[in-house]
């Protein structure tokens, strides 16, 4: 342990694991299915614009609520369900469309060890899953529908 000045904590750095999450496709949890035991602190991503938004927009229209509330509902939910294997989840939904553009921008601010999305996430086929990989620093897992997962390596 290294001397800090008074008043200041060692900080920890927690890698997390981030989990994109698609609300209008059965399958969109499917990310929840391929963590495991080393997956103790989990990043919940669902965004709240384009194609996999589209049963948020229905549940915000139904309730009278904005999307921003919806998508708090729907996370905090998913949240409940996942606390039973970590009590570590921070969720977090962001007003883009562009599900890749929005992982980056996560990567940022965050301590990531790996990505894990769900294969029926719109926009998300050989161009979109291409650009990933290529540019994104850490594993990615691709969580296919029905369960089981594939593996990608980190981008060289």
């Given amino acids: 342990m290294g001397s800090y000045p008074a008043g200041m904590d ?20 499917g990310g929840l299915d391929v963590l495991t035991a080393d ?13 996999s938004a589209s049963s948020l927009r229905d549940f915000a229209a139904a309730e009278n609520i904005d999307m921003s509330m919806a ?5 905090d939910q ?13 969720t977090i939904s962001t007003h883009g469309s562009d599900a890749v553009s929005e992982i980056f ?4 601010q965050q301590t990531v060890s790996r990505v894990i999305i769900p294969a029926s ?33 980190m981008a060289s």
């Fill in 39 to 51: 997956d103790r602190a989990v990043t919940l991503m669902v965004t709240l614009g384009g194609p």
């Fill in 105 to 108: 921008h996560i990567l940022q």
């Fill in 121 to 153: 996430l719109p926009g998300l086929e050989a161009s979109g899953l291409s650009k990933l990989l290529r540019i994104c620093p850490i594993p990615v897992v691709v969580a296919p529908a029905g369960g089981g997962s594939r593996t990608f390596s």
């Fill in 71 to 75: 998508g708090l509902i729907y996370l």
């Fill in 10 to 29: 060692e900080t920890t750095i927690v890698s997390r694991t981030l989990i994109l999450i698609d609300p209008s496709n059965p399958d969109g949890e």
């Fill in 78 to 90: 998913v949240a409940c369900r996942l606390s039973a294997r970590t009590g570590d989840i921070v």
